[in-house]
């Protein structure tokens, strides 16, 4: 199975500050990656799929990049309600493995 | 308003058996992928199975042979029929829209499993 490891697992930071969250592939997945923000206590939601779409509805100062092995999930100026623990996921074949996760934290 | 609920979570022992259960309201179940995600208590998130709109289903080797997933379309509903449970399948289970490489759109709010004698 295809495994998918992120980079950093914590990360602390401060409100309008940019961060990039790393998610690295063992091996070549395309474009198959989506990126998820989850709260305490809540669902997961979908923020990017394709590597690089962002979903309806999600804020302008996330994006993503990259396509291979090696993706990047990107806050511009974070907001208060960022502080969330974020998660990639493959697509391209089962089983649809997510990354171990990046809980982001208030500096 | 789209929603999926999940119910059937609770507190069973070692080798016991427990169905979940995910009722959809505003999408139908039957025309669309459907898929259960878990995650243990602290941990990440973690795929458990996928029901295809045309029956085909698909599960992670840790649940393979004791799970079973499945629909009924006049109750507009999904199932996880859990057997021969374990510790560590101790988790929140959420019930999702499956959208194949768009990723997974539609997430319940999560039903707790604790496997515990």
């Known amino acids: 199975d295809i495994q998918l490891t992120q980079s950093p697992s914590f990360l602390s930071a401060s409100v309008g500050d940019r961060v990039t969250i790393t998610c690295r592939a063992s091996?070549?997945?395309?474009?198959?990656l989506a990126w998820y923000q989850q709260r305490p206590g809540k669902a997961p939601k979908l923020l990017i799929y394709a590597a690089s779409t962002l979903q309806s509805g999600v804020p302008s100062r996330f994006s993503g990049s990259g396509s291979g092995t090696e993706f990047t999930l990107t806050i511009s100026s974070l907001q208060p309600e960022d502080f969330a623990t974020y998660s990639c996921?493959?697509?391209?074949?089962?089983?649809?493995?997510f990354g171990q996760g990046t809980k982001l934290e208030i500096k | 308003e789209v929603q999926l609920v999940e119910t059937g979570g609770g507190l069973i022992q070692p080798g016991g058996s427990l169905r979940l259960s995910c009722a959809a309201s505003g999408i139908i179940v039957s025309r669309n992928y459907m898929s259960w995600v878990r995650q243990a208590p602290g941990k990440g998130l973690e795929w458990v199975s996928v029901?295809?709109?045309?029956?085909?289903?698909y599960y992670a080797d840790s649940v393979k042979g004791r799970f079973t997933i499945s629909r009924d379309n006049f109750k507009n509903t999904l199932y996880l029929q859990m057997n021969s449970l374990r510790a560590e399948d101790t988790a929140v289970y959420y019930c999702a829209r499956d959208i194949g490489d768009l990723g997974t759109d539609i997430w319940g709010q999560g039903t707790m499993v604790t496997v515990s004698s």
């Open positions: 029901i295809y709109s045309g029956g085909s289903t």
């Open positions: 996921q493959l697509l391209n074949t089962y089983p649809y493995t």
């Open positions: 091996q070549g997945i395309s474009s198959y």
